[in-house]
């Protein structure tokens, strides 16, 4: 395991509990019935959070996105293994305060804003629409955060605003997790397991997808560099000859 595995680790935890305190929270504080405030606090908790320390660890903050970047070999399995790890323990501690200080009444109302399939959505039906939905999120971070072409600049903003024009789509289909750990933490201190694998089969499915259009059509002689790594603290002038360097070494 890398010498900083814990910096990583912990930011991991900070900016997945923002996520899920927030986000779930506002649920809790609207009743669920204000989808606009719930959108705009899962985006703009994550925004904030990848602009605040997406420079340490990548700010990925999802264990589908974490899989996704294993899969298109842009992380390391090892590393991959503790971000999820860290992403269910920053979940599982951020339900369990929002337990605490919110009424049971109100928390139980909306079941810790436990995402769960709306009336009359079949699972097949979520598990396509958490497909669709990750894949735009997944889609944004590699054209944000991972190519180097991009708006880095702005990454937090486009990431943000991808989870909340999801979540405007998909809130009342899913609760729009596109992410294991949005669902994991409110559902296992609430005890609600129905539907589990929509959760974890539909969000893995859409990152891993959109995650290889990216490395092996858009990315496919372009090197990028592993989300936690040195090359995303570079500036971008520093980073762009760095990238020369390699595809010259590789003789491109």
Not at 1 to 25: D, H, K
Not at 72 to 85: F, K, L, P, Q
Not at 132 to 155: C, K, N, P, S
Not at 207 to 217: C, K, R, S, T, Y
Request: proline share 4%; glycine share 12%.
């Amino acid at each position: 395991m890398e010498r900083n595995w814990y910096r990583n680790a912990l930011v991991e935890v900070i900016g997945t509990f923002a996520l899920i305190f927030v986000g779930a929270g506002s649920i809790i504080a609207t009743g669920g019935q204000n989808l606009v405030a719930i959108a705009l606090a899962h985006g703009l908790t994550i925004g904030i959070m990848v602009a605040s320390a997406g420079h340490i660890s990548g700010g990925v903050y999802n264990p589908a996105l974490t899989v996704g970047l294993m899969a298109a070999r842009r992380m390391s399995v090892s590393r991959g293994a503790y971000y999820i790890v860290a992403q269910l323990v920053g979940a599982l501690l951020a339900a369990a305060m929002l337990k605490v200080i919110f009424p049971a009444a109100l928390a139980n109302a909306v079941a810790l804003g436990t995402p769960q399939l709306g009336q009359g959505i079949g699972v097949l039906a979520g598990v396509l629409a958490e497909i669709v939905m990750t894949f735009f999120l997944m889609y944004a971070v590699f054209g944000v955060a991972i190519d180097m072409r991009g708006a880095r600049a702005i990454a937090g903003l486009i990431i943000g605003l991808t989870i909340s024009v999801d979540i405007f789509v998909g809130g009342g289909l899913t609760g729009a997790a596109m992410n294991p750990a949005r669902w994991f933490g409110p559902a296992v201190v609430q005890g609600l397991f129905t539907d589990w694998w929509v959760y974890w089969v539909g969000p893995i499915v859409g990152a891993v997808v959109a995650a290889l259009v990216w490395n092996e059509v858009f990315l496919r002689e372009v090197v990028s560099p592993e989300p936690g790594s040195s090359l995303l603290i570079m500036s971008p002038e520093r980073a762009s000859i760095t990238c020369q360097c390699a595809c010259s070494k590789e003789g491109r």
